[in-house]
């Protein structure tokens, strides 16, 4: 195979990836099904490697894949599969056609305490206490924020701007779909990192993969025993530089005619660039190293040391995972817990889990589901809760179930999501329309789609609701449902474990076919 | 970062794109008005066709206000036929239909060669059609037939849901069935799709913001389904319109019973209803729990008095039409007769 070949294979596979990704997450007319979507995510590497820790092998055979595929082509994972690194490689082509000083590519040295020391703590943080730190700074989920707090609302609105255009000519096609507005504090980490991934790509290529992303430096360190890695042909090597300046990830040091493979990222560039083919992608020849693998080491411990000492203190104090309940007031919803999607069996398992890609709240064909500010902790901020201000858990839906990624939110059967209850119904009589202005209302009570909510007779005619907690599942449709501001008159109060609900019982109506017309 | 973050403050005010459309919208109307204004009696031309139209299609209703007690004209208004209600049963959704609309002189009485039609059914709920929670998709499917075959240009059916639009119309198999005979399925999922039109003969909802295709529409077809309900005790012809505007809770919030009776008395009232008694919800209703809150009944009504309509509803769930507070503010307002006795209804059984 010829070296130009591997750089298209590379380019075309990877373009591909990359709008299977984009079209996944702003899917916003659900056209995808949930099996594409879990054959597209399963192989991406914290997310399998969740499953892996947490259900077992079976489930995470993309976490294996990825390892196994790395110990023999090194990190063609960070080329190939990871959308943040393809998007990473579009900013820094388009940075470098924009402005050919954009790019400072040519070798460096490695940030190697900065990248193993956060390889360190964002490992000790998870293991220790929870995911947050890995939330932040795992690509995938940091790609799924991306393309849901930002290009999402962006497609709707180019949808919105058409079907509005099309409307007027009677064609509806294109359906006018709001767009869901998150809390704007919510939009300032992905904010901060979009810039600093941009900035960091337009001019340094990967630089962003190779010192800040633990799973480029986790799978750098596997990479160094792969089997497969681009070598230079001493012989054949001018030292032109060519390869050097067109390295991504500044690993090519042509003078000593040595390859930093722990950040070689296998985007083939360099073998295309080099006029005399002396480099090229095989089998390793084995090379001694081992007195710069010693200072790295020591590097390593001083560095993760160090940035644990000066970063542990903000952690530790990060452990309260539920909030504690607030003080109630006569009126004012007293939830006392957030309420988390179907299928998570419970709060404390959920933000354990969920390392915030935000898929599910792409997929939710409701926009129920929304990320958290400090509803699960400060830790859990972007976890997603679901906000029944703001919708509802459709009834026959199991969208979310099917796609997690992590298992954070395990597939259930839609007769077992039916019966899962995320929480309880509170009806607050003095909010009630009925009870306040005595007029009939019933919204909430015509929604409920077990009839946990029903209707008791009130004063003269009216009627007013009335819940029954064992066949209440939490969906929320009622809360959506009732009309009276600012707080509702009903709302569901989270369950911190999801409960089993009764099967709604119901007996034969007792009204039988008219033989004759009754008027 | 602040830059970003005024940008997403953007985007949540152009949310809908609301100002483009309203953009839009003021350039098109603008050159309709200059076009017209160039040919000279245009608009004179628009307004005769407009009159033959509501005449057609029996909606009197404007003038009839305007003159005061309506409650004394109605009569006046039954159909060619003589009646003012058929009333079928004991066959599937569609041949109950065929066999009702004739009794009325064909749909063609009520849908002139050209025009839009609307029609309106109940696609509230993410339930299949045993469930009868939504209307019959088989009767929503041979109306549009009917209207099509009487020359409409174009046939029109949307609701504004209660569950997720998309699952609700799917499910429901109106989505499937009314495509197939040729309907435009409509979106109502948005804020976008509706205008603010006044109420004059409102008590309470003075104002609502109503579907753009029933502004556009020439003739709109009422295609509720019977169904039991837990605040309303039940739902039918007028409560049906809750799907035609956006802010329900708005209704919900100020005395629902009124509302539902103000809005009947909105202009742009159907030509006909056809009540879907086929398979009837008689408790748990709007939504149902299971299929045993659901009879057979096998029965159809067709009327162009709404109030009628729902009265005669009223009384196949046994119940007492003066009983349903809509029912009876809505007689009072004179939308309508609920005095079924001084009514001329055919009553068919198959």
């Given at each position: 195979m010829t070296s130009s070949t591997l750089s298209k294979i590379r380019v075309i596979l990877s373009i591909l990836v990359l709008i299977l990704f984009v079209s996944v997450f702003v899917d916003f007319r659900h056209l995808i099904p949930d099996k594409y979507i879990n054959a597209i995510t399963f192989i991406q590497f914290v997310p399998s490697g969740f499953k892996l820790f947490y259900i077992g092998i079976i489930a995470a055979a993309g976490f294996i894949v990825v390892l196994l595929l790395t110990l023999i082509t090194g990190r063609t994972y960070c080329s190939f599969l990871c959308p943040l690194g393809i998007l990473q490689d579009v900013f820094s082509r388009t940075g470098g056609r924009i402005k050919k000083r954009f790019r400072r590519f040519g070798f460096k040295k490695p940030h190697t305490v900065l990248r193993y020391g956060l390889l360190a703590i964002t490992l000790i943080v998870t293991l220790i206490w929870g995911i947050y730190f890995l939330t932040l700074l795992e690509p995938y989920s940091i790609f799924g924020r991306?393309?849901?707090?930002?290009?999402?609302?962006?497609?709707?609105?180019?949808?919105?701007?058409?079907?509005?255009?099309?409307?007027?000519?009677?064609?509806?096609?294109?359906?006018?779909?709001?767009?869901?507005?998150?809390?704007?504090?919510?939009y300032a980490i992905p904010s901060a990192f979009l810039i600093l991934v941009v900035i960091m790509s337009f001019s340094r290529g990967r630089l962003y993969c190779n010192t800040i992303c633990p799973v480029g430096t986790f799978l750098g360190l596997i990479s160094k025993i792969s089997i497969f890695r681009i070598k230079f042909d001493e012989v054949k090597c001018t030292r032109c530089g060519r390869c050097s300046l067109a390295c991504k990830s500044s690993c090519i040091d042509f003078l000593n005619h040595d390859v930093d493979i722990s950040r070689c990222v296998d985007c083939f560039n360099c073998l295309k660039s080099c006029p005399d083919k002396a480099l090229s992608y095989g089998l390793v020849t084995i090379r001694k190293k081992e007195i710069e693998i010693d200072n790295e080491r020591r590097k390593l411990i001083a560095g993760s040391v160090l940035l644990?000492?000066?970063?542990?203190?903000?952690?530790?104090?990060?452990?309260?995972?539920?909030p504690k309940p607030t003080k109630a007031s006569t009126v004012r919803e007293n939830r006392k817990y957030p309420v988390c999607p179907p299928g998570s069996t419970?709060?404390?398992?959920?933000?354990?889990?969920?390392?915030?890609?935000?898929?599910?709240?792409?997929?939710?064909?409701?926009?129920?589901?929304?990320?958290?500010?400090?509803?699960?902790?400060?830790?859990?901020?972007?976890q997603p809760r679901l906000d029944y201000h703001k919708s509802f858990c459709t009834y026959e839906c199991i969208r979310c179930l099917d796609v997690c990624p992590t298992g954070a939110i395990m597939p259930l059967a839609l007769e077992a999501k039916k019966l899962t209850q995320l929480g309880k119904a509170v009806f607050i009589k003095d909010n009630c329309i009925v009870n306040t202005e005595k007029t009939a209302c019933g919204a909430c009570s015509e929604s409920c789609p077990t009839k946990a909510v029903h209707m008791v007779p009130f004063e003269g005619k009216l009627v007013i609701p009335e819940t029954k907690d064992e066949i209440c599942i939490g969906c929320g449709h009622c809360e959506f449902a009732c009309p009276t501001t600012p707080y509702k008159a009903i709302f569901v109060d989270g369950n911190p474990e999801h409960k089993a609900a009764k099967k709604p019982e119901n007996v034969q109506s007792d009204k039988k076919k008219p033989v004759e017309f009754p008027f | 970062m602040l830059s970003v973050l005024i940008i997403i403050y953007d985007i949540k005010h152009l949310t809908n794109c609301e100002y483009t459309t309203y953009i839009l919208h003021r350039i098109i109307k603008k050159k309709r008005i200059f076009r017209n204004l160039k040919k000279g009696k245009a608009i004179k031309m628009k307004r005769r066709d407009f009159f033959k139209k509501s005449i057609g299609a029996g909606l009197a209703a404007g003038a009839a206000i305007s003159l005061g007690g309506y409650d004394k004209l109605w009569h006046t208004t039954?159909?060619?036929?003589?009646?003012?209600?058929?009333?079928?049963?004991?066959?599937?959704?569609?041949?109950?239909?065929?066999?009702g609309i004739q009794e009325l002189g064909g749909i063609g009485t009520f849908v002139r060669k050209g025009q839009k039609v609307l029609v309106k059914p109940n696609i509230g709920w993410d339930r299949t059609p045993e469930n009868a929670a939504n209307t019959n998709p088989l009767l929503v499917k041979r109306i549009v037939e009917h209207c099509l075959r009487a020359g409409a240009s174009e046939v029109y059916v949307f609701d504004h849901t209660c569950d997720n639009w998309v699952n609700c119309y799917k499910n429901s198999g109106i989505e499937k069935y009314a495509k197939d005979a040729g309907a435009k399925i409509v979106p109502a999922n948005s804020e976008s799709y509706y205008q603010e039109v006044s109420i004059t003969g409102g008590k309470i909802l003075k104002n609502a913001k109503v579907h753009q295709i029933v502004l556009e529409a020439d003739v709109f077809i009422n295609v509720p389904v019977l169904k039991d309900h837990s605040s309303t005790r039940m739902t039918c012809c007028l409560k049906n319109m809750m799907g035609v505007v956006?802010?329900?809770?708005?209704?919900?919030?100020?005395?629902?019973?009124?509302?539902?009776?103000?809005?009947?008395?909105?202009?742009?009232?159907?030509?006909?209803?056809?009540?879907?008694?086929?398979?009837?919800?008689?408790?748990?209703?709007?939504?149902?729990?299971?299929?045993?809150?659901?009879?057979?009944?096998?029965?159809?009504?067709?009327?162009?008095?709404?109030?009628?309509?729902?009265?005669?509803?009223?009384?196949?769930?046994?119940?007492?039409?003066?009983?349903?507070?809509?029912?009876?503010?809505?007689?009072?307002?004179?939308?309508?007769?609920?005095?079924?006795?001084?009514?001329?209804?055919?009553?068919?059984?198959m």
């Open positions: 991306f393309m849901t707090y930002f290009l999402k609302p962006v497609v709707l609105i180019l949808n919105n701007f058409l079907s509005g255009l099309l409307g007027k000519f009677d064609i509806y096609t294109l359906v006018n779909t709001p767009v869901t507005n998150f809390p704007l504090l919510i644990f000492l000066g970063l542990s203190n903000s952690s530790s104090g990060q452990n309260t995972v539920v419970g709060l404390a398992n959920f933000t354990k889990k969920c390392i915030a890609c935000s898929l599910c709240i792409s997929v939710c064909p409701n926009n129920v589901l929304i990320p958290s500010l400090k509803e699960y902790g400060i830790s859990g901020i972007m | 039954s159909l060619p036929t003589g009646f003012d209600m058929v009333a079928i049963m004991g066959g599937k959704p569609d041949s109950m239909f065929d066999l956006w802010d329900r809770g708005y209704w919900h919030k100020n005395n629902l019973d009124q509302c539902i009776a103000d809005y009947a008395s909105y202009i742009k009232k159907p030509a006909l209803n056809i009540i879907d008694c086929y398979n009837v919800m008689t408790k748990n209703g709007p939504q149902g729990v299971s299929k045993e809150d659901i009879v057979n009944m096998q029965s159809m009504i067709i009327t162009t008095d709404w109030v009628a309509g729902d009265a005669a509803a009223a009384k196949m769930l046994s119940l007492n039409p003066s009983d349903i507070n809509y029912i009876s503010m809505a007689h009072k307002m004179g939308i309508g007769n609920m005095n079924l006795e001084s009514l001329n209804i055919k009553r068919i059984k």
